[in-house]
C-alpha cells in the first residue's frame, strides 16, 4: 500500500513537471539563452531555455542609437525580457545577466519597461556575431536619454549573454 | 525751504550705482566661465571612470588563457568540436575588436607614443594566423591543437606586455587628467574668491545705496507734504479770492437786476439781461477755476443731490443763450425720455462743466447748428460704486453735436491726453488747448467720467462725455398715443429737423415737410392734415415760401418759427416765436399758449 501511494505521488509530480515544461517548446536550434529563477515554466531541467527562433518569436522592438564601444550609429532589433518573463510567469523585478566571460550584472526590469531598452539579436539588419559582443546584448537609447550616458547603464549595458536569473530584489 | 540736494552727493551716488552695475556685470561673466569649467570637469570625470582599458585589456588576457585551457582540455572524445572551438576563439578577438574600435580604441591609440595599438596589432594579426589551425581543428584534427598552443604562448608575452602599457598608460592618463582637474579646481576656486569679494563689494554698496535710497525717500517725503501745503495753500487763496469775487458778482447782478425791472426801455433792459448772463457766467468761470485748483489738489469732493435732470439742462442751455446769440449757433436741447425726472448728481460741477465747454465749443461753431443730448450711455460702469443712495448708478451720456468748422488739431491732441497722467501737467494742458478745455477735461476725469469726441475739418465736431449719475432705472420707451395735436416741421436739411423731431415726438404727431410737399399742400388742399407748421432754421422766406405759409395760415394751420423769421417778416403774424437754445419746455409753452 505504502508502494503504491509513493508510486502514485512519484507519478504525479512527474505529471505535473512535463505539464510545466510541455507549455514551454523545446529549442530545436542552438541554445542561445538560458532562463532561470522564478519562473513557472521550463524546458529543461531548473532552466527555460531558448533558441534564436523562439525568441524572435518575441514582439520585436528597435532601437537606433550610438553606444560608446561601436563607431557611429548603429540600428538595433531585440526583445523586451519583460515579454520573455510574462510568458515564463516569472516573478521578480531584477534580471542577472551572466555574459561569455563570466562578467554579471543585473538590470532592473524597470529599465526596460520605463526606458525602452532591449536586448538586442540584430545590428544593422544582421544577427550579431560573437565576435561583435553578440549574440545578445542589452542596448539602452543613449541618444534619446542622455542622462543615461553614464557607469551604471554602461556596466549594464552587457553583451556576449548567454543566461539570464530572475530575482526579487528588497524594494 | 529744503536745501537742494548737493551735487558732489549726486555724483558719488551715480558712481555707486555704476560700481554695482560693474559688480554685476562682472559676477555674472565669472559665473558664465564656471559653466565650461564645471561641464568640463564632469567630462573629464565621466571619461576617466568609463575608460576602463584596463578591464578590457585584463579581459582579453583572461580570454586567451580561456581559449588554452579550453585546447589543453580537448581529446579525442570532443571530435567533432561543433563550432565550439570558434566559439572560443571569437570571444578573444571579440576583445581585441573593442580595444581597436570606438572611444576605448581611440583612448588607448595614444598610450606609450602609439606601442600599445602596435602591439595590440601584432597580436591581431598572430590571432588571425590562428584561425587556420582553428579551421582544421573544427574539421577534427586533433593534431592543430599543440600548434595553437605554441602560438598563443609566444602571444601570451606580447598580450602581458600590452597590458602593462595599457596599465600604465591608463595611469598616466588619469594623473594628467587628475591635474587639468586640479588646474580647473584652481581656477574655479579663484573664481570662486573673486565672486566672493564682488559679493561682499556688491553688498557694500548696496548698503550705501539702500541709505541714500533712504534718506532721498524721507527727501522726497518732505517734498510731498511741502507740495501738498502749497496746494492747501493754493486752494485757500484761491477759494477766498472766488468767494470775495463770487459775493462782488452777486452784488453786480442784483443791481443790474433791480435797474432792468426799473428799466422802460428794451434796448435797455436787453443790455442789462445780457449783462447778468455774463456775469452769471463769469461766477460760473469762477467756480469752475476754483474747481481745477480742487481737482489737482486732490480736494475735490462731488456734491451730489437729487435733482430734475431737464431743469437743470435746460437751464445751463438758457444760461448761455446770450453766447449762441454772439455767435449766431441754432442750439437745441433734448432730454431722452428713457432718463427718469429725478436723477442724482453734482449738478453744479455739471453746469460747470457744460457751460465751460460750450463757451468753449462755440468759436468753432460759429453760424451752425448744435445739439445737446442726454441719453442712457452703452458704456459701463467700471470703477464706480453701484449704488448712489438708493439709486442705482448707471452711464448716462452727454452729447454735443455741431455742423460747425470743427476743433483745431491742437485741442483735439489735447483732449485724447489722459488729464491724470503725471505727464500732462495742467500746464501743459491749458497751453495746448486753452483753460476752459482743460477744465472740463480734468472735472469729467474727477467726475469718473470719460469724454470722447470726433471731429472734421468743416464738417463739425461730435462730442460724447459719459458720466455715472445715480439714475435707479431707465423708464422704457414710452408707448405711442395719439397725440391731440400734429406739427409738420418745415425741412431744413439741418441737424435741428432729426432734433426738433426727437424733442416734439414723446407728444405730438410729427411729420416732416419737403418745400415742395409745402407747397403742393398750400395749393391744392382745403384741409390742412397738421395744426402746426414749425420753420426752423431759416433766415429768411422767399416770396412764394411766404404765400404758402399765408395759404396755410387761411386753412387755419398756426405758424411757428423763429425770432430771426419774425424780425425779417413782421408782417406775417406768426403764432409763436421760438429763441435759441430750443427746449421741450419753451416748446411746449409756446405750443399750449396758443391753443
Not at chain 1, 548603429?74 to 516569472?90: I, K, N, R
Not at chain 2, 458704456?379 to 455741431?402: C, E, F, N, S, Y
Request: charged share 20%; with cysteine.
Amino acid at each position: 500500500m505504502k508502494r503504491l501511494f509513493w508510486n502514485t505521488l512519484t507519478m504525479l509530480c512527474a505529471t505535473l513537471s512535463m505539464h510545466a515544461m510541455a507549455v514551454l517548446e523545446e529549442p530545436s536550434g542552438n541554445v542561445i539563452l538560458a532562463v532561470s529563477g522564478n519562473i513557472e515554466h521550463f524546458n529543461s531541467p531548473q532552466q527555460a531555455q531558448f533558441d534564436f527562433a523562439m525568441l524572435k518569436q518575441l514582439p520585436a522592438y528597435e532601437i537606433t542609437t550610438q553606444t560608446p564601444w561601436e563607431e557611429g550609429v548603429h540600428h538595433y532589433v531585440g526583445f523586451d525580457p519583460s515579454d520573455l518573463l510574462e510568458q515564463l510567469e516569472a516573478d521578480g523585478n531584477v534580471i542577472r545577466l551572466t555574459a561569455f566571460n563570466q562578467y554579471i550584472t543585473e538590470v532592473p526590469l524597470t529599465d526596460f519597461e520605463e526606458l525602452g531598452a532591449i536586448i538586442a539579436y540584430q545590428m544593422d539588419g544582421a544577427d550579431i556575431p560573437v565576435r561583435n559582443k553578440g549574440p545578445l546584448m542589452v542596448i539602452y537609447d543613449f541618444d534619446q536619454y542622455p542622462e543615461l550616458r553614464n557607469e551604471t547603464y554602461y556596466g549594464r549595458s552587457i553583451w556576449q549573454i548567454q543566461s539570464m536569473h530572475v530575482l526579487t530584489l528588497g524594494e | 525751504m529744503t536745501p537742494e540736494t548737493p551735487k558732489p552727493d549726486q555724483h558719488r551716488k551715480r558712481t555707486l550705482i555704476n560700481l554695482l552695475l560693474i559688480c554685476v556685470c562682472t559676477s555674472s561673466l565669472l559665473t558664465l566661465l564656471l559653466l565650461p569649467l564645471t561641464d568640463s570637469s564632469a567630462r573629464l570625470n565621466a571619461r576617466q571612470v568609463f575608460d576602463s582599458s584596463r578591464w578590457h585589456s585584463l579581459q582579453l588576457q583572461l580570454q586567451t588563457y580561456r581559449l588554452m585551457n579550453y585546447l589543453s582540455d580537448l581529446s579525442a572524445e570532443d571530435l567533432p568540436v561543433n563550432g565550439n572551438a570558434y566559439f572560443q576563439y571569437d570571444l578573444v578577438l571579440s576583445r581585441v575588436d573593442l580595444l581597436r574600435k570606438g572611444d576605448l580604441g581611440r583612448h588607448i591609440r595614444n598610450f606609450a607614443n602609439g606601442r600599445a595599438t602596435r602591439l595590440l596589432n601584432i597580436i591581431s594579426g598572430e590571432l588571425e594566423l590562428i584561425s587556420l589551425n582553428i579551421e582544421h581543428l573544427e574539421n577534427g584534427r586533433l593534431d592543430q591543437v599543440p600548434i595553437i598552443m605554441a602560438r598563443l604562448r609566444l602571444l601570451d608575452s606580447q598580450v602581458t606586455d600590452f597590458v602593462v602599457i595599457v596599465n600604465q598608460g591608463a595611469n598616466d592618463y588619469v594623473t594628467n587628467k587628475r591635474a587639468e582637474l586640479d588646474v580647473q579646481l584652481e581656477y574655479i576656486q579663484w573664481i570662486s574668491v573673486m565672486l566672493l569679494c564682488l559679493s561682499a563689494g556688491a553688498l557694500l554698496i548696496t548698503f550705501k545705496l539702500a541709505q541714500k535710497l533712504r534718506r532721498a525717500l524721507r527727501y522726497n517725503y518732505n517734498l510731498e507734504r511741502q507740495v501738498q501745503a502749497i496746494r492747501r495753500g493754493k486752494v485757500e487763496v484761491i477759494g477766498r479770492m472766488t468767494n470775495e469775487l463770487k459775493s462782488s458778482l452777486t452784488g453786480i447782478i442784483s443791481h443790474l437786476s433791480s435797474l432792468q425791472q426799473h428799466s422802460t426801455e428794451q434796448a435797455a433792459k436787453d443790455v442789462l439781461e445780457q449783462s447778468i448772463s455774463q456775469n452769471s457766467l463769469i461766477q460760473t468761470q469762477l467756480d469752475g477755476y476754483h474747481d481745477l485748483v480742487l481737482i489737482e489738489a486732490f480736494q475735490l469732493q462731488p456734491n451730489v443731490h437729487e435733482g430734475n435732470v431737464r431743469d437743470q439742462l435746460e437751464y445751463t442751455a438758457h444760461a448761455l443763450e446770450h453766447i449762441f446769440s454772439a455767435h449766431n449757433i441754432r442750439a437745441l436741447c433734448h432730454v431722452d425720455p428713457r432718463l427718469p425726472t429725478l436723477v442724482d448728481a453734482d449738478y453744479q460741477r455739471l453746469h460747470e462743466m457744460l457751460t465751460l465747454l460750450i463757451l468753449n465749443l462755440a468759436p468753432f461753431c460759429t453760424d451752425a447748428e448744435l445739439l445737446i443730448n442726454l441719453r442712457p450711455s452703452k458704456l459701463p460702469l467700471l470703477h464706480q460704486p453701484a449704488k448712489h443712495g438708493d439709486k442705482a448708478t448707471k452711464m448716462v451720456q452727454i452729447g454735443l453735436r455741431d455742423a460747425g468748422a470743427g476743433l483745431p488739431e491742437a485741442i483735439q491732441t489735447g483732449l485724447r491726453a489722459n488729464p491724470f497722467n503725471p505727464n500732462n501737467t495742467v500746464l501743459s494742458q491749458i497751453e495746448q488747448m486753452g483753460l476752459g478745455f482743460t477744465l472740463c477735461h480734468y472735472l469729467i476725469g474727477a467726475l469718473d467720467g470719460e469724454l470722447h469726441f470726433t471731429s472734421s475739418s468743416g464738417k463739425g465736431s461730435e462730442i460724447w462725455i459719459d458720466l455715472p449719475l445715480g439714475v435707479g432705472t431707465f423708464v422704457a420707451e414710452p408707448e405711442t398715443t395719439p397725440a391731440a395735436q400734429s406739427i409738420a416741421i418745415l425741412n431744413s436739411n439741418t441737424l435741428l429737423d432729426q432734433g426738433l423731431q426727437a424733442l416734439l415726438e414723446p407728444r405730438y404727431t410729427v411729420q416732416c415737410l419737403s418745400e415742395e410737399e409745402l407747397a403742393i399742400l398750400a395749393l391744392n388742399t382745403t384741409e390742412a392734415p397738421f395744426s402746426w407748421l414749425l420753420i426752423s432754421d431759416k433766415a429768411t422766406l422767399s416770396a412764394a415760401q411766404l404765400e404758402y405759409v399765408t395759404q396755410l395760415q387761411r386753412l387755419s394751420v398756426k405758424i411757428i418759427w423763429c425770432s430771426t423769421l419774425a424780425q425779417q417778416h413782421p408782417d406775417v403774424d406768426a403764432d409763436a416765436v421760438y429763441h435759441y437754445p430750443i427746449t421741450l419746455s419753451q416748446l411746449t409753452t409756446l405750443l399750449g399758449a396758443s391753443d
